[in-house]
């Protein structure tokens, strides 16, 4: 298959470039549903108006798929590679397409909603890991964060295509909205076709001529006996042997403790996605003008608008993690979001316990507010720290698990909103008020800082060991300094040339006793 002979800075922005078109399919389709369900339009008439039980439904039987796709990634993703299962989620998700496109029945659409989820769910599973074991630790943040960006503005262009097309008659009002998404999936299987595979994937699983050769077209290198490649070739290898000095992967190595501690890894993974779907960020997302029009008492029309324009500031707050996410660190963010997502949460339930329509528009404001603090902190870092706190030997694993995680809790979320929101209104956003003040100590105490490490130093990360890992009484969460694979790769080269040197004393010993 032909790749594309791009090398250096425009290898790692054309592997963005497809990694972003990934994550801007994911944010469409989350985002397409929520201007067309819950109305009295085409849609509704279509299938029959339905519910609020089987709008969540409709809604949240693609968080099943997604959560299936998940799975999937999880028992075959390592072996598949991270490339084959990007393209693997691409056309998975133009069949699915095609079967929402064209559904006449609630079971095809079930079936449609649930397929799509699938190809999904192999995309978020695969698409963090993928770029994060293209570039480097100093930019790494950064570039997955702009992933994130881009999911914002797929739900952007989902809520604006949804209300302009309201004012369409016919099929094609809800037709066209789902039907769309198939050309972000054509655009996704047609870059990752010609992008290359995953340099550390490679070299795991035998093939190492051409992993080198892809890192020397990262390194911007001539040749793969560049000594910028060797070094990199010789951090990658001394990693690789660490982690399966073992022997071959088995499935309780996920449970293991001690130095490695993949168990607290795989914990660490799962709880900040269980922490991003908590914090309520779905409720408004997916449900942004069920939740103006149920909870605030404002019109069908006036909700839409509404809707479109809190995705807009979604995306504009989505943008700060670029320049912060790199300087400030993970954990910084993820409590700053936390505690202002509580505070905009709290007053907004303050302002609607009064009942007044002035509060019900001061409410609406700190729905507004929460998006920005969304986008400081919950929206980008729990795609980002999967991949990062993980080693390479079970980085695909953690990441589907955490995937899975994050899309069950998405379709526990998303399936309980609506009726929860026509039993006790406004009283939801107390809930996830106490959820998110919650996660600030959990995220001091337990998450260590991956700012700036390179994949390989985090085999470290939890050697000092302890109920935190190390985190508690480390300065800042940083619990293993940069560039620590370095002193490993001088170990093992010192054990090597020692052994070297015994063998040599050895040889001249038999020689001298023959003389």
Request: net charge neutral; proline share 4%.
């Amino acid at each position: 298959m032909w790749i594309v002979r791009l090398r250096g800075k425009y290898l790692v922005w054309a592997i963005t470039a497809c990694c972003c078109q990934g994550f801007l399919l994911l944010g469409y389709d989350q985002g397409v549903m929520s201007g067309i369900i819950g109305a009295n339009n085409q849609f509704g008439a279509d299938f029959g108006h339905p519910d609020p039980t089987t709008q969540g439904t409709i809604v949240a039987l693609y968080d099943i798929g997604c959560a299936v796709g998940s799975l999937i990634t999880f028992v075959w993703g390592e072996s598949i590679g991270r490339k084959r299962m990007i393209m693997a989620g691409a056309s998975t998700m133009l069949v699915g397409t095609a079967i929402l496109t064209s559904s006449t029945t609630l079971a095809q659409l079930y079936v449609g909603r649930i397929v799509t989820g699938i190809g999904n769910g192999f995309n978020s599973s695969s698409i963090p890991v993928y770029q994060s074991e293209t570039c480097g630790g100093m930019i790494r943040g950064t570039l997955v964060c702009l992933n994130s960006t881009v999911t914002i503005i797929g739900l952007v262009i989902a809520y604006w295509l949804d209300y302009g097309m309201s004012y369409v008659s016919g099929p094609a009002q809800w037709r066209l909205p789902i039907g769309f998404q198939a050309v972000f999936a054509l655009c996704l299987l047609l870059q990752v076709l010609v992008l290359p595979d995953s340099p550390r994937w490679c070299m795991a699983h035998g093939r190492v001529e051409e992993g080198v050769r892809i890192l020397a077209q990262l390194e911007d290198r001539d040749s793969p006996d560049h000594p910028d490649v060797v070094a990199k070739r010789k951090e990658i290898e001394v990693s690789l042997a660490q982690e399966s000095a073992g022997g071959p992967f088995r499935y309780r190595e996920l449970l293991q403790g001690g130095p490695l501690g993949n168990f607290r890894r795989i914990c660490l993974c799962v709880g900040v996605n269980v922490m991003q779907q908590f914090t309520g960020s779905n409720m408004i997302n997916y449900l942004a003008p069920v939740v103006y029009q149920n909870t605030m008492g404002l019109s069908r029309n006036l909700s839409l608008i509404l809707g479109g324009f809190t995705s807009v500031t979604y995306m504009i707050a989505s943008f700060i993690p670029l320049w912060t996410v790199d300087r400030y660190g993970r954990r910084v963010l993820l409590m700053t979001s936390a505690t202002g997502l509580s505070l905009c949460f709290v007053i907004a339930s303050i302002l609607l316990s009064i009942g007044t329509k002035g509060a019900a528009y001061g409410a609406t404001a700190m729905v507004f507010i929460f998006q920005i603090f969304l986008g400081i902190g919950y929206l980008p870092i729990p795609w980002l720290y999967p991949a990062e706190i993980t080693t390479t030997r079970i980085r695909a694993r953690g990441s589907a698990i955490s995937s899975f995680f994050n899309w069950m809790c998405v379709f526990a979320v998303v399936e309980m909103t609506p009726p929860a929101i026509a039993n006790i209104g406004w009283r939801v956003f107390i809930i996830f008020a106490i959820f998110n003040a919650l996660w600030v100590p959990l995220v001091y105490i337990f998450f260590p800082e991956t700012k700036g490490l390179e994949l390989e130093d985090v085999d470290h990360i939890f050697e000092k060991g302890g109920i935190t890992g190390g985190v508690w009484s480390s300065p800042g969460g940083r619990t293993v300094e940069r560039r620590r694979i370095v002193r490993d790769v001088e170990e093992t080269e010192g054990k090597n040339k020692g052994s070297v040197e015994v063998r040599i004393e050895d040889e001249g010993s038999k020689g001298d006793r023959f003389r």
